[in-house]
């Protein structure tokens, strides 16, 4: 098995927009070999994400916009795929993705390249929970309201006001 090593071109900053995420998420083999060096991309979201996440606001409109790209096929890529891929996988790969999937190295190819362009937008568009847990956001805290103690006689008057129907069971 072949050691991967991080390169890190530029550190994600604090503004997240002007961030280059790719750059930073590829992987480069230790010792290239002869011929094209594969992409090797690592996946931030493996881990973070569930099937409870899936098509939510944020993610949605990338990845349905990623999917109906020309990625050297006629037909469109399936979001559900590309949900799949995010959640599972700890690194993009032709292999990884055409072992996962069972698809052959070209549709694999396909693939990757749609999860390529995809993950900058995604990276920058991701909410205040997400960042905090995948540490991008360390002073992240959930904004509480305070509860507001009421007294037995603004409890029977709101009782009043709503009407006995508010109370039948």
């Known amino acids: 098995m072949t ?12 503004d997240f927009d002007r961030a280059d995420y790719l750059t930073g998420l590829r992987l480069v083999p230790n010792k290239p070999k002869r011929g094209t060096v594969p992409t090797i ?19 949605e409109d990338i ?29 993009f790969s032709t292999e990884t993705i055409g072992a996962h ?4 190295s070209r549709m694999a190819r396909r693939y990757l390249s749609a999860l390529e362009v995809a993950l900058q937008p995604l990276m920058r568009s991701r909410p205040k929970w997400l960042r905090a847990a995948m540490g991008d956001l360390e002073c992240h805290q959930r904004e509480t309201i305070p509860a507001i103690q009421s007294t037995p006689n603004q409890m029977a008057q709101l009782r009043l006001d709503l009407g006995t129907d508010a109370f039948a069971i």
């Not at 931030?44 to 996440?53: A, H, T, Y």
């Not at 790209?69 to 590309?82: E, I, S």
């Open 41 to 59: 991309i690592d996946n931030p979201f493996c881990g973070q994400l569930d099937f409870q996440d899936r098509y939510d606001r944020w993610s």
């Open 3 to 14: 050691h991967f090593s991080t390169v890190l071109f530029q550190t994600l900053a604090h």
């Open 63 to 91: 990845l349905s916009g990623v999917a109906r790209l020309d990625h050297g096929g006629a037909k469109q890529l399936p979001v559900k795929t590309l949900y799949e891929l995010l959640e599972a996988l700890e690194v």
């Open 101 to 104: 999937l069972g698809l052959s």
